[in-house]
């Protein structure tokens, strides 16, 4: 919080810094911090300066007490440039305390912002004594320094003896900026986030040096994208589309990508900007951004310039994502990992056909048997009018970005009909389920139950549960329904061989909450809570399975259930 408003301050925010350094100053007192309040409230001073509020600045300056500004260098220094600010806004000759108090810090820290505004200071008092002290005080900087960015300012300040009011700067950006970019080694230079800042306005008021500028500003990507988002009303085209194309070229960074991203989501990109830089086109091939995310962009930008509109057009016809289809339980599609979101204007019955596509994927459907299947209750006419308008749903569903239905990549017109294509790198997890139990029987012990074990984490509910009641669901569902259930059989007698009895009790437990007449899982759950020595469970677990074949068979629990439960009633009172 202290650090938003210190840089809210920076870009002259001073408002948005007042408010944020009065939380940051309630959050460290109620936190018992002291550091932080009082650094907190000596960077609301400095605020209170720069507005113009002597009266409040002085007052919350009183409540810092020299021992405070002893002990604490930072807060020294902040309370130092809030004095010295206030003395220069008010363009007034320094009093001989406060002036002191000033001096006195800068010469315990040797801090090389005190040092400007004291130049600064001396300049409108005294010019020939700001000249001794710059030149004998930027040497010392010079020489012990151990930025290049300070030591490219305080050489300045000995050459120039040229100030600005506001710290940190000089009257002539380009001779300060020339001369810094003369310095050896310059290029080799990664600067702070406040260094970056500072540069920034250099390429912003000479854009003749841009390629300097940008040539130290590699590692601080991050720092632009920033300097954009906040400054963007205020700059020029130039300077937009030169930072622009900056990030543009560093969008193979994951981060530099996303920032991208946020900017042409947040702002409104001239076409000029947009044609100079490319930035749609670079977004829409960065294998950063998600498929929604790159299609966002280029619908907002979409008709805003040639290219753009290619870049649309390109973009609606791009092979999509591996899609992830859900048929057990709940029904669902994922493209990549996020979920498509079906709108409102997608019924039930729309929905029902696209499952009905996807249960016959890869073979054509007529219309004649969608309208038996989803609307045998409506007039054949009324029908083939609900599948067109499904159809034309379904596939913006799929594919938000498509421009003509013709370009579909996974509904298309065939015989009479629609058929659903499911590509190789997509994903329906029944069709892996099955696969999953068959090439278990063809492989032995451990390996086996694993790949059993796959097959039972995809089952997540009947299928197609919320089609239930649907004719053209029940063979398939009683068909997984079974397989389901032998491989559970089959990976708790594996575990039971092995004393697994945690393994045992897992997959047990979800086979006899389906059917607790299972012998298999009845005996697993019995050994499983007798391994615990929990007498109530196996207790519970026989009565239950004997319920269960008394209300489903009219029969007992078979002799081995029955001596099981015996042996582990003996055991327990032995």
Request: charged content about 25%; proline content about 3%.
């Amino acid at each position: 919080m202290l650090n938003l408003g210190i840089t809210e301050m920076r870009f002259e925010m001073l408002e948005k810094a007042e408010q944020t350094l009065i939380m940051a100053e309630q959050i460290a007192q109620s936190d018992r911090k002291v550091f932080s309040q009082q650094a907190s409230i000596s960077q609301l001073a400095q605020v209170k300066a720069y507005a113009g509020d002597t009266e409040d600045c002085l007052m919350l300056l009183n409540g810092i007490s020299l021992e405070d500004k002893r002990k604490n260098a930072y807060v020294a220094i902040e309370t130092a440039m809030a004095e010295a600010t206030v003395i220069l806004r008010e363009n007034r000759t320094a009093g001989g305390a406060a002036l002191r108090d000033i001096r006195e810090t800068y010469e315990r820290l040797k801090n090389k912002d005190i040092f400007f505004v004291l130049g600064q200071i001396y300049r409108h008092d005294e010019p020939g004594k700001m000249n001794l002290f710059v030149e004998k005080e930027g040497q010392y900087f010079m020489e012990h320094a151990g930025d290049i960015y300070v030591q490219g300012l305080a050489r300045l300040a000995v050459e120039s003896e040229r100030m600005r009011m506001r710290p940190k700067l000089y009257s002539t950006w380009e001779h300060a900026a020339r001369d810094l970019f003369a310095l050896e080694g310059i290029e080799n230079w990664q600067p702070g986030e406040g260094d970056a800042l500072y540069l920034l306005e250099v390429l912003e008021n000479i854009p003749a040096l841009a390629t300097n500028v940008l040539q130290v500003l590699e590692y601080s990507a991050h720092t632009v994208s920033w300097y954009l988002n906040v400054e963007w009303a205020r700059l020029e085209t130039e300077t937009k589309s030169t930072l622009l194309q900056f990030l543009v070229g560093r969008m193979d960074r994951p981060n530099i990508a996303h920032s991208v991203k946020q900017l042409l989501e947040k702002l409104q990109i001239d076409p000029q900007i947009l044609e100079t830089t490319n930035v749609i086109q670079q977004t829409a091939v960065s294998p950063h951004l998600s498929e929604h995310e790159v299609g966002e962009i280029l619908l907002k930008y979409g008709t805003a310039t040639e290219a753009t509109a290619n870049a649309l057009k390109e973009f609606s016809v791009r092979e999509p994502a591996p899609l992830f289809i859900r048929m057990f339980g709940k029904f669902e599609i994922l493209k990549g990992d996020v979920p498509i979101v079906f709108p409102d204007e997608v019924t039930q019955p729309m929905l029902s056909l696209l499952k009905f596509l996807i249960k016959n994927k890869n073979q054509a459907v007529t219309m004649d048997l969608i309208g038996a299947t989803i609307w045998k209750d409506v007039s054949e006419k009324q029908a083939k009018s609900n599948v067109y308008t499904a159809i034309s749903l379904l596939r913006t569903a799929l594919e938000p970005y498509l421009l003509s239905g013709k370009d579909s990549h996974f509904i298309l017109s065939a015989d009479r009909g629609y058929k659903y294509v499911c590509r190789t790198n997509d994903l329906v997890d029944t069709e892996k389920f099955s696969d999953l139990c068959d090439s278990a029987a063809t492989l032995r012990g451990e390996r086996g139950v694993q790949a059993l074990t796959r097959a039972v984490e995809l089952y997540r509910g009947p299928y197609l549960e919320e089609n239930m009641y649907d004719t053209w669901t029940e063979s398939e569902r009683d068909r997984l329904a079974q397989q389901y259930m032998q491989a559970l059989e089959q990976i708790v007698a594996w575990h039971r061989k092995m004393n697994s009895w945690g393994e045992v009790d897992f997959y047990a437990a979800k086979g006899f909450e389906l059917d607790p007449a299972n012998e298999e899982f009845c005996g697993g759950l019995i050994e499983s809570a007798a391994a615990r020595r929990e007498m109530i469970t196996v207790k519970k677990i026989f009565l239950e399975h004997q319920n269960a074949m008394q209300e489903f068979y009219r029969d007992s629990p078979s002799k081995s259930i029955q001596d099981l439960y015996l042996s582990c009633l003996e055991r327990f009172s032995l």
